[in-house]
T-cell receptor
Framework: DVKVTQSSRYLVKRTGEKVFLECVQD?????MFWYRQDPGLGLRLIYF???????EKGDIPEGYSVSREKKERFSLILESASTNQTSMYLC??????????????FGNGTRLTVT | SQQGEEDPQALSIQEGENATMNCSYK?????LQWYRQNSGRGLVHLIL?????REKHSGRLRVTLDTSKKSSSLLITASRAADTASYFC??????????????FGKGTKLSVKP
């Protein structure tokens, strides 16, 4: 079974802090994704990566950056956390597939609160 | 605007009844996927239906796809309390070079009462 592990279930940070959210997958998947989920807005794609050191912006990349130095690890960075970044963050991975032909495997999420 | 929209937003049924959720989308798709999310957890993939398929089954789940109407439905038969969750459709667009970029709807919240 594919396992996607997010380093923290709950995180509380202060405004202006630099925040790192870590995600590791154990199935040698090429694609990795970061989404945020907010009530009434559903899931929105922040960034995704289809290979090591490769990244593409999703729908809402502002205020975020990512790092993929190793195939199994995809990190989301909040350069200077703000209260509007309080949200549930979901990491996912999938096999390389043309135009979304592979299902996504999700971690259990990190609920981030910025005070 | 949202590519996929689920309907209804919320559904409450008794155990043993069938639950039907619908998803409509706007543009041509390569495939459509359904996911389940238990409260406070990540999403779990349920089923993928390709654009050239009309119906797919997996256990108590039945998914249909009507590309002419740009809609899909998820039927859960003989529901159980453990089916209580939010259900999302996700569409993979049939154009563009991005790999694996799915667009999720806002979900249907299903409550199955024992």
């Amino acid at each position: 079974d594919v396992k996607v592990t997010q380093s923290s279930r709950y995180l509380v940070k202060r405004t202006g802090e630099k925040v790192f959210l870590e995600c590791v997958q154990d199935m040698d998947h090429e694609n990795m994704f970061w989404y945020r989920q907010d009530p009434g807005l559903g899931l929105r794609l922040i960034y995704f990566s289809y290979d090591v050191k490769m990244k593409e912006k999703g729908d809402i990349p502002e205020g975020y950056s990512v790092s993929r130095e190793k195939k199994e690890r995809f990190s989301l960075i909040l350069e200077s956390a703000s209260t509007n970044q309080t949200s549930m963050y979901l990491c996912a991975s999938s096999n390389r597939g043309l135009r979304g032909s592979s299902p996504l495997h999700f971690g259990n999420g990190t609920r981030l609160t910025v005070t | 605007s949202q590519q996929g929209e689920e309907d209804p937003q919320a559904l409450s049924i008794q155990e043993g009844e069938n639950a039907t959720m619908n998803c409509s989308y706007k543009t041509s798709i390569n495939n459509l996927q359904w996911y389940r999310q238990n409260s406070g957890r990540g999403l779990v993939h349920l089923i993928l239906i390709r654009s050239n398929e009309r119906e797919k089954h997996s256990g108590r789940l039945r998914v249909t796809l009507d590309t002419s109407k740009k809609s899909s439905s998820l039927l859960i038969t003989a529901s159980r309390a453990a089916d209580t969750a939010s259900y999302f459709c996700a569409t993979a667009l049939n154009y563009g070079g991005s790999q694996g970029n799915l667009i999720f709807g806002k979900g249907t919240k299903l409550s199955v009462k024992p």
